[in-house]
């Protein structure tokens, strides 16, 4: 009975098991994983956009193969989450028609430019510091699948996030114009890191449920506040200012205090109106059909293959 197979799925839950594609679920449990799960993939894709933009241009051979293969690591990231979306009997094609038609959404952080060669560098120190802060948490996810691609997703991320730091502590050995790009980039980059945590817990629709079902294992502002206090000693060791007057440690919470993220501008962007979301999602569109030959060309080798073997 429904009520039978709900009991052993809280109890799975409760005990830290993982729940498996063949294990009965609530429907809202398999609609919320769609949700998180494909938003994530699709933010691994459109992700590889801002910094994608500045592989023809990469200083050096050297910066260019590091670059090359990061930006190859969030191709494999989306792949990995787009086959972890399926097991819970989605398909692949019709995400990525969601997502070309504004009907999924994808990580605010992607909206935003890349304007110097210093945003490469910050992108990997904030965008996957803050990465790895939300999804080591996601390793002890309570659906098999996606804890399993996490695991994979951080060991990769975690270089990601060190060959920033290292792009960026080399610039500020330089001349007085690389240590302003590298300022200049923290600057914009700041406030819309702290916006990928998402909304504040008290307007964050999903959190209460998702932790419920284990799928989330932290609040948005519990992990927001994790970050900043992971990145203001990293700022002192770059030597950059981080562009909030209200950034200051607070002895008696342990934690540092910060201001508030503008959240006019997190909903402007996530409701597509940021500075980058047409021309992000265009470029998807267009490499989506530009690419329809291939899987025409793959899907009539499948089936030549398949009627040979019937033969
Ligand atoms: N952007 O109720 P909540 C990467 C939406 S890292 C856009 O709090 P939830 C690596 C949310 O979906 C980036 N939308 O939602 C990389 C919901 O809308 P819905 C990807 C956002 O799910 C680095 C509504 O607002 N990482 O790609 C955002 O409990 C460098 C209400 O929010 C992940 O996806 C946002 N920032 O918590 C690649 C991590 N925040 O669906 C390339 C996995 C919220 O009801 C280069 N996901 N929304 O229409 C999560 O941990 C969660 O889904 C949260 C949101 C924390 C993002």
Same mark, same amino acid.
């Given at each position: 009975?429904?009520?039978?197979?709900q009991?052993?799925?809280?109890?799975?839950?409760a005990a830290?098991?993982?729940?498996?594609?063949?294990?009965?679920?609530?429907?809202?449990?398999?609609?919320?994983l769609?949700?998180?799960?494909?938003?994530? @993939?699709?933010?691994?894709? %459109? *992700?590889?956009?801002?910094? !994608?933009?500045? &592989?023809?241009?990469?200083?050096? +051979?050297? =910066?260019?193969?590091?670059l090359?293969a990061?930006?190859?690591?969030?191709?494999?990231?989306?792949?990995?989450?787009?086959?972890?979306?399926?097991?819970?009997g989605?398909?692949?094609a019709?995400?990525?028609?969601?997502?070309i038609?504004?009907?999924?959404?994808?990580?605010?952080?992607?909206?935003y430019?890349?304007?110097?060669? @210093?945003?490469?560098?910050? %992108? *990997?120190w904030l965008?996957? !510091?803050?990465? &790895?802060?939300?999804?080591?948490? +996601?390793? =002890?996810?309570?659906?098999?699948?996606?804890?399993?691609?996490?695991?994979?997703i951080?060991?990769?991320?975690?270089?990601?996030?060190?060959?920033?730091?290292?792009?960026?502590?080399?610039?500020?050995?330089?001349?007085?114009?690389?240590r302003?790009?590298?300022?200049?980039?923290?600057?914009r980059?700041?406030?819309?890191s702290?916006?990928?945590?998402?909304?504040?817990?008290?307007?964050?629709?999903?959190?209460?449920?998702?932790m419920?079902?284990r799928?989330? =294992?932290?609040?948005?502002d519990?992990?927001?506040?994790?970050?900043?206090?992971?990145?203001?000693?990293q700022?002192d060791?770059?030597?950059?200012?981080?562009?909030?007057?209200?950034l200051?440690?607070?002895?008696?919470?342990?934690?540092h205090?910060?201001g508030?993220?503008?959240?006019?501008?997190?909903?402007q962007?996530?409701?597509?109106?940021?500075?980058?979301?047409?021309?992000?999602v265009?470029?998807?569109?267009?490499?989506?059909?530009k690419?329809?030959?291939?899987?025409?060309?793959?899907?009539a080798?499948?089936?030549?293959h398949?009627?040979?073997?019937?033969?």
């Amino acid at each position: 009975s429904d009520e039978a197979h709900q009991a052993e799925f809280d109890a799975k839950v409760a005990a830290d098991q993982r729940i498996e594609p063949r294990d009965w679920m609530p429907e809202g449990y398999r609609r919320s994983l769609v949700r998180q799960v494909s938003q994530h @993939a699709h933010s691994e894709i %459109i *992700g590889m956009q801002p910094e !994608g933009d500045w &592989i023809a241009s990469a200083p050096s +051979l050297r =910066r260019k193969a590091i670059l090359l293969a990061k930006v190859q690591d969030e191709a494999g990231h989306g792949l990995y989450l787009y086959a972890a979306a399926e097991t819970l009997g989605v398909d692949r094609a019709d995400l990525t028609t969601r997502l070309i038609e504004g009907r999924q959404k994808y990580s605010s952080i992607f909206n935003y430019p890349s304007l110097t060669f @210093a945003d490469v560098g910050v %992108i *990997g120190w904030l965008v996957d !510091g803050a990465a &790895i802060c939300n999804q080591v948490p +996601l390793c =002890r996810s309570s659906f098999g699948p996606y804890a399993r691609a996490m695991v994979r997703i951080c060991k990769e991320e975690s270089f990601h996030q060190r060959q920033g730091y290292e792009l960026l502590m080399r610039m500020m050995e330089g001349t007085g114009a690389q240590r302003a790009m590298v300022q200049d980039a923290v600057d914009r980059w700041w406030w819309p890191s702290l916006m990928m945590f998402g909304p504040p817990d008290a307007d964050s629709p999903n959190t209460q449920q998702s932790m419920a079902w284990r799928i989330k =294992r932290d609040t948005n502002d519990d992990l927001r506040q994790k970050f900043v206090d992971m990145t203001v000693p990293q700022a002192d060791k770059l030597g950059v200012t981080l562009p909030d007057p209200e950034l200051v440690w607070n002895e008696e919470r342990g934690h540092h205090d910060f201001g508030e993220p503008d959240w006019v501008e997190f909903k402007q962007v996530i409701s597509g109106s940021g500075p980058k979301n047409a021309e992000r999602v265009e470029r998807r569109r267009a490499a989506h059909e530009k690419g329809a030959w291939v899987r025409e060309a793959a899907t009539a080798y499948a089936t030549k293959h398949q009627s040979d073997r019937e033969a």
